[in-house]
C-alpha cells in the first residue's frame, strides 16, 4: 500500500509533478518511514526493559524471602554482605537487616566512586531493592525465631531461594550487589580474579561463623556455602538450557521440513562425505528447545529415517532471533 506521500503525489496533475516536488516527497516520506522504524525499536526495547526488570524485582523478593526468614533466623553466615550482616547482628546486637541497609549504601557509593559507568544500573536497582525489601520485612513482618524449627530445611530454602534469585540475577546481566562490588574494585585495581576475591569474602565470613555462634551453626553455615556455590551453577547452566543437533542423513528434505514446519525453527544443511565409505551425505545442524529436542528425537525414530545423530546440551548462544 502506498504511502499518503505517494498517493498524494499520484493525485496531481501531470504538469504539476516537477522533479523538485518528487524529492521533497521521497525525502519525505523516507524520513517517516525511519520514524516508524525506530519507534518500533524504541517500543522493542521498552518491551525488553520491562520485562528484564520485572524478572530482576521477582528474583530479589525471592532472594529477600530466603534471606530474612530462612538465614537470619538460624544465624547462617555464608552468602557474602548477607553473612557477614549476620555476624556484625550479634557482635553489635543491631538487627540485621539494618546493617544490611547501611552496608549497602556505602557499598553503591564505593562502587559510584570507583567503577563509574561499568557500575551497572540494573545491579545497583537489584541491591538497592534487596536491602529495602528485607528491612520492610523486618518492619512489617517481623520474624525472630526460626520458621519451621528445624534447622536443616531451614538451610534448604536458605539456600534454593536466594540461590535461585542469584542465578536468574547474572542471566538478566544484573547483581544482588553486596561482596560483588568490592570484587570488582579489586579485580579493577589489584588486578585480583573477581572469582577468587568472591570465594576469599565468603569463606573469611562464613568461618567466622565458628568465633561467634556454636559449632552446628557453623557448620551448617560452611555446608550452606558450598551447597549455594553449586546450586547456583547448575541453575544458571540450566536456564537457558538448549539441544544442538547433528544429524548426518542420506537425504536432508524430510527432515528439514519438520523443523521449519512443525517446529518452527531453522537448520542449516551442510555438504559432508563419510571417511570409510566416501559416501557423499548431509549434515543437518539445528539448535532447539528441550521439549522441541523430544519431538525430533521422536519424529526420527519413528520414521525410521536411515541417518545418524548426535545431541548436545548448548546452554549458552549468542546472537539475535533464537530466544524471540
Not at 563509574?116 to 541491591?127: D, E, L, M, N, V
Not at 536432508?252 to 555438504?271: F, G
Amino acid at each position: 500500500m502506498l504511502s499518503p506521500e505517494f498517493q498524494r503525489l499520484n493525485s496531481f496533475p501531470q504538469k504539476c509533478r516537477s522533479t523538485n516536488y518528487r524529492k521533497y516527497l521521497i525525502v519525505s516520506f523516507y524520513f517517516s518511514e525511519q520514524k516508524i522504524f525506530k519507534g518500533g525499536k524504541i517500543v522493542n526495547k521498552l518491551q525488553n526493559l520491562v520485562k528484564d526488570y520485572t524478572v530482576i524485582t521477582l528474583s530479589t523478593l525471592f532472594m529477600a524471602l530466603g534471606v530474612y526468614y530462612f538465614k537470619f533466623p538460624n544465624n547462617f553466615t555464608f552468602g557474602g554482605l548477607t553473612g557477614l550482616c549476620v555476624v556484625l547482628s550479634r557482635v553489635l546486637l543491631i538487627s540485621p537487616s539494618d546493617i544490611n541497609l547501611v552496608l549497602n549504601c556505602i557499598l553503591i557509593l564505593l562502587g559510584f566512586a570507583f567503577l563509574g559507568k561499568s557500575f551497572g544500573i540494573r545491579t545497583i536497582y537489584a541491591s538497592t531493592l534487596l536491602s529495602c525489601l528485607i528491612f520492610l520485612f523486618d518492619n512489617f513482618f517481623p520474624l525472630k525465631i526460626s520458621l519451621t524449627k528445624e534447622p536443616l530445611l531451614d538451610l534448604i530454602f536458605a539456600i534454593l531461594l536466594p540461590a535461585a534469585g542469584s542465578a536468574v540475577l547474572f542471566c538478566t546481566g544484573a547483581s544482588s550487589g553486596g561482596t560483588d562490588i568490592i570484587a570488582k574494585i579489586m579485580k579493577k585495581y589489584i588486578g585480583l580474579n573477581m572469582g577468587y576475591a568472591l570465594l576469599f569474602s565468603d569463606f573469611v565470613i562464613t568461618l567466622s561463623a565458628f568465633f561467634v555462634f556454636d559449632i552446628n551453626t557453623a557448620l551448617y553455615s560452611c555446608l550452606g556455602l558450598v551447597m549455594k556455590s553449586l546450586v547456583v551453577d547448575n541453575i544458571m547452566e540450566n536456564i537457558n538450557l538448549c539441544k544442538s543437533f547433528y544429524i548426518v542423513c542420506d537425504e536432508y528434505d524430510e527432515i528439514c521440513n519438520y523443523i521449519i514446519n512443525q517446529l518452527h525453527r531453522s537448520a542449516t544443511v551442510i555438504n559432508a562425505q563419510g571417511a570409510y565409505s566416501n559416501r557423499s551425505n548431509y549434515i543437518v545442524f539445528t539448535v532447539l528447545k528441550k521439549h522441541q529436542a523430544i519431538l525430533l528425537c521422536r519424529f526420527i525414530k519413528n520414521n525410521r529415517l536411515n541417518s545418524f545423530v548426535l545431541v548436545a546440551n548448548t546452554n549458552q548462544i549468542i546472537g539475535n532471533g533464537f530466544f524471540n
